[in-house]
Each structure stands twice: as structure tokens, then as C-alpha cells.
């Protein structure tokens, strides 16, 4: 079974710009789930979906924002970059809630 | 906001010793699990324990729960240099649908 695929792996972008995250998850996964992870924040939870509806949002501005796909592939949009938007990005996908997660290798965003 | 601590922020042994590092957090629970990240890189999930289980075994690892003190251990037996790496534990919040929230993480070092 393929695991769970993050598209780009880099990103570079400046201050105002958007940027789109792809995440296909493990074929059966239902459940996706962003995290932004930074050196000085640590893991902070964007959102989750299952089943194309959006489950739980994490504390992050309107500018964030995610959807889920029929065949549960999820994007995550951040409008109007801002420096401090500069971070790893992961996507994680589960089968259940409640089981674990298993993660893809992240998109590195930096905004300039 | 995180749900978890996780002491000590840093740890540094020799190659051959146990580690343990140590969660704490702060509302019930589901389950709570364990997950490593090698540098800039994606989570890989180790052991899962739920809140009816106190202790849990998987090859070196060894994981307790104590839900009356919510806090839990991972002890990591007879460590190796490829150990090193960062161990984050994850709670699943109980209540209905509840996302997975990450504790601030060890840092843990394998000296050869």
C-alpha cells in the first residue's frame, strides 16, 4: 500500500502570495488531518476531514483553509502568505478516529 | 494550544542505555500515542495505548498510562545511534470526534 503522499516537498513564496498543499492519503483512509510544525510552536493542528466534511479546526486565522475530495485526496490553501506562515507542514491520514495516524513527509513552506 | 509536555525537552545518552521520557496532559482521553520524527521529516507512529490499558510492550519500547495522573512514559530499552530522533506523544481527546493533539517533544540522542 502506498503511504501517504505530500505534493510539493519545497516551497518558496513571498509575503501576500497564496500557496495550495496537496495530500493524497493511504487508499481506505477516510480521515485527513493537517498540522503546521514549527521550531517555535512545535505541532499545532489545523484541521481534519472525514469523509469531505470538515471535523475539527485548529486556532489559526480564516486565512487558513483546507477541503476534502470523493476520493479523500485534501488541499490546504493559505491566502495573503505571511512570514510567520513559514513552517513544515504535514498531513497525516487514518483510517478511524481514534486509531493512529500515519504521516506524509511534509511540505516546507518558506515565505520571503 | 498543545495538550501535552513532555519532559525532559532534551535528553543525551550512550548508545546501550535505556532512555525514558515522560507526557503529561490535561483532559481525558481515548488513547494516547507515541510517534518519532527524524529531522525534517514526517511522524512515524509507535505505539498506540488506550485509556483501559496500563502498560504496553513493542519490541524495545515500553509504554505506561496513568489516566489518574495523566501522564504517561516511553522507555526505549537498550538504545541505538539510529534511536536518534525527536518522540512526540499524541493524545485523542474522548468525547465524540476529537482531533489528535501533540505534545512539545523529546529530543533524544544516541552517542555511538
Known amino acids: 500500500k502506498a503511504g501517504v503522499t505530500q505534493t510539493p516537498r519545497y516551497l518558496i513564496k513571498t509575503r501576500g502570495q497564496q500557496v495550495t498543499l496537496s495530500c493524497s492519503p493511504i487508499?481506505?483512509?477516510?480521515?485527513v488531518s493537517w498540522y503546521q510544525q514549527t521550531p517555535g510552536q512545535g505541532l499545532q493542528f489545523l484541521f481534519e476531514?472525514?469523509?469531505?466534511?470538515?471535523?475539527n479546526k485548529g486556532n489559526f486565522p480564516g486565512r487558513f483553509s483546507g477541503r476534502q475530495f470523493s476520493n479523500s485526496r485534501s488541499e490546504m490553501n493559505v491566502s495573503t502568505l505571511e512570514l510567520g506562515d513559514s513552517a513544515l507542514y504535514l498531513c497525516?491520514?487514518?483510517?478511524?478516529?481514534?486509531?493512529?495516524?500515519?504521516f506524509g513527509s511534509g511540505t516546507q513552506l518558506s515565505v520571503l | 494550544s498543545q495538550q501535552g509536555e513532555e519532559d525532559p525537552q532534551a535528553l543525551s545518552i550512550q548508545e546501550g542505555e535505556n532512555a525514558t521520557m515522560n507526557c503529561s496532559y490535561k483532559?481525558?482521553?481515548?488513547?494516547l500515542q507515541w510517534y518519532r520524527q527524524n529531522s525534517g521529516r514526517g511522524l512515524v507512529h509507535l505505539i498506540l495505548?488506550?485509556?483501559?490499558?496500563r502498560e504496553k510492550h513493542s519490541g524495545r519500547l515500553r509504554v505506561t498510562l496513568d489516566t489518574s495522573k495523566k501522564s504517561s512514559s516511553l522507555l526505549i530499552t537498550a538504545s541505538r545511534a539510529a534511536d536518534t530522533a525527536s518522540y512526540f506523544c499524541?493524545?485523542?481527546?474522548?468525547?465524540?470526534?476529537?482531533?489528535?493533539?501533540f505534545g512539545t517533544g523529546t529530543k533524544l540522542q544516541v552517542i555511538p
Open positions: 495505548i488506550r485509556s483501559n490499558e
Open positions: 497525516a491520514s487514518r483510517s478511524l478516529p481514534n486509531e493512529k495516524l500515519f
Open positions: 487508499s481506505g483512509h477516510r480521515s
Open positions: 476531514y472525514f469523509s469531505e466534511t470538515q471535523r
Open positions: 499524541a493524545t485523542d481527546a474522548s468525547g465524540g470526534y476529537q482531533k489528535v493533539t
Open positions: 483532559t481525558s482521553i481515548n488513547n
